[in-house]
Structures are given as C-alpha cells and as structure tokens.
C-alpha cells in the first residue's frame, strides 16, 4: 500500500480544555507532528500538561467572546480546532426536581463557547482554504437515560451537534471539515468518586464488552484531523465500542 501516512506535520492545533480528554488529544497530536496549542482557564494544569507533551499553552476563556477572538488573532493560521471543555453539568437530580438554571447550564456553556471557539477558527480556515473544527461527545443514539439523570447534558448535545452540522454546510465550500467524536463514555474522564458507579454502565452498553479508553479518542481524533480523514464532514466518528449501532 502506498500514499501519504497519516500525520499532522505542519499542522497548527489549538485544543480549549487540557482536562483527561482534552490532554489526550493533545498528547496524539503532537506525537503526530502538531504544534499543538493548548488553552484553558486554570493556569497551573495547563501549563504542566503543555510541559509533559511538549505544546505551548495560554489561559483563556472560552466564553468569553474577548478572550477568544484575541487568542485566536496571535496565529499565522489554525488548522485543527478542538473545544472540550467542561461541560458545567449538574447530573444526579430528575428534570422534575431540577431548577431550570440547572438544567440549561451545560446548554449555555457548549454552545455558547463552541460557537465562540469555531468561529473564530473559522476565520482562518476560510482565508486558508481548509481546516477541521473537532466538537467531543455527540448524541442522537435514541437510547433512554432513565438511571443516569442527565439534566441538561444530552440537550447541550444535540444543540451542538445542530451547530456542528449548520458549520459544515456553510464552511464545507471554503475546504473545512466539521466533525464530532462519539463516544458512550470515557471512564478515565469520570471523576473518580463516580466512576465505579457509571463504569459498569457505560461498558454494558458495548457489543465489544469494552469501553473507549481516552488513547482511542485522541487517535480517533489524529485520524479525524488528519488527510486520512478528508472524505469525512458533517458527520460523528463512532468510538463507542458499539454502544451505539448506526
């Protein structure tokens, strides 16, 4: 087999959150030859991630519309932007116990600093000719939370994936790719005092009796980002394990 293997080199890669999920990412990207940029609003983890794997980091907010337009303005070019910041989620209560500031938290924060973080990538991948925007979690499996009480997470969801594909519509003719990464739950990302409790669930809902670890989203998101991956837009990149059928 021949052709071009599939790597980053060249690549400039801006990833807002260096939490477990955000890190990973992080980490596959450079070992696939990015310049990766990390961004978040806690300084001390950012800037011992950005130390462990070699990328350079900044402290911004991602919902703050300043913050993010001014960051974004210190690049040549972004080639690869990546959003997965915490979600500001409150999960454990049922939507008739919930308070409605509750239940739209996590819905303001995705869309609100998606929004911010994609436009302003965009920007430069219009005036480039292409680019890929990476969103993190994906939704629209149909499946029926009914132990895990969710508030507001699955809506924060499917709002961003409503976004993700309007971005695709409209940026497609410009050369950039939109693409979301499905996953049924990455324990390693669950706080630990939970994960116990969640771990069983997510790996129960797998045909492969297994759940994605956060190394198989940060190749899936190489792959993703990548030229391998060129023929994919518009779309969500199953890391399920099988979770979800599709």
């Given at each position: 087999?021949?052709?071009?293997?599939?790597?980053?080199?060249?690549?400039?890669?801006?990833?807002?959150?260096?939490?477990?999920?955000?890190?990973?990412?992080a980490?596959?990207?450079?070992?696939?030859?990015?310049?990766?940029?990390?961004?978040?609003?806690?300084?001390?983890?950012?800037?011992?991630?950005?130390?462990a794997?070699?990328?350079?980091?900044?402290?911004?907010?991602?919902?703050?519309?300043?913050?993010?337009?001014?960051?974004?303005?210190?690049?040549?070019?972004?080639?690869?932007?990546?959003?997965?910041?915490?979600?500001?989620?409150?999960?454990?209560?049922?939507?008739?116990?919930?308070?409605?500031?509750d239940?739209?938290?996590?819905?303001?924060?995705?869309?609100?600093?998606?929004?911010?973080?994609?436009?302003?990538?965009?920007?430069?991948?219009?005036?480039?000719?292409?680019?890929?925007?990476?969103?993190?979690g994906?939704?629209?499996?149909?499946?029926?939370?009914?132990?895990?009480?969710?508030?507001?997470?699955?809506?924060?969801?499917?709002?961003?994936?409503?976004?993700?594909?309007?971005?695709?519509?409209?940026?497609?003719?410009?050369?950039?790719?939109?693409?979301?990464?499905?996953?049924?739950?990455?324990?390693?990302?669950?706080?630990?005092?939970?994960r116990?409790?969640?771990?069983?669930?997510?790996?129960?809902?797998?045909v492969?009796?297994?759940?994605?670890?956060?190394?198989?989203?940060?190749?899936?998101?190489?792959?993703?980002?990548?030229?391998?991956?060129?023929?994919?837009?518009?779309?969500?990149?199953?890391?399920?394990?099988?979770?979800?059928?599709?």
């Amino acid at each position: 087999m021949t052709g071009e293997p599939m790597n980053l080199n060249g690549k400039t890669a801006v990833i807002y959150g260096a939490g477990t999920i955000g890190g990973a990412i992080a980490e596959a990207f450079v070992a696939a030859g990015a310049d990766v940029h990390l961004a978040a609003r806690t300084e001390a983890s950012l800037k011992e991630k950005a130390a462990a794997i070699g990328a350079r980091y900044a402290v911004v907010d991602a919902l703050d519309e300043r913050a993010v337009d001014e960051h974004a303005a210190t690049f040549d070019r972004i080639d690869i932007s990546v959003n997965v910041i915490s979600d500001n989620d409150v999960q454990g209560t049922p939507l008739h116990e919930m308070s409605v500031d509750d239940y739209l938290a996590p819905v303001v924060t995705n869309v609100r600093s998606k929004f911010l973080t994609a436009r302003a990538a965009a920007r430069h991948m219009i005036r480039q000719g292409g680019g890929v925007l990476l969103f993190f979690g994906g939704t629209g499996d149909g499946r029926v939370h009914r132990r895990w009480h969710l508030g507001g997470l699955v809506t924060a969801f499917d709002a961003v994936e409503a976004m993700r594909r309007q971005l695709a519509a409209e940026l497609g003719p410009h050369g950039v790719r939109t693409v979301t990464l499905q996953t049924g739950g990455v324990p390693e990302s669950i706080p630990a005092e939970f994960r116990d409790q969640v771990e069983p669930d997510i790996v129960g809902q797998t045909v492969l009796g297994r759940a994605a670890t956060v190394r198989d989203v940060g190749r899936a998101a190489v792959f993703a980002a990548s030229d391998w991956g060129r023929t994919i837009t518009g779309a969500q990149v199953n890391v399920t394990c099988g979770a979800i059928l599709s």
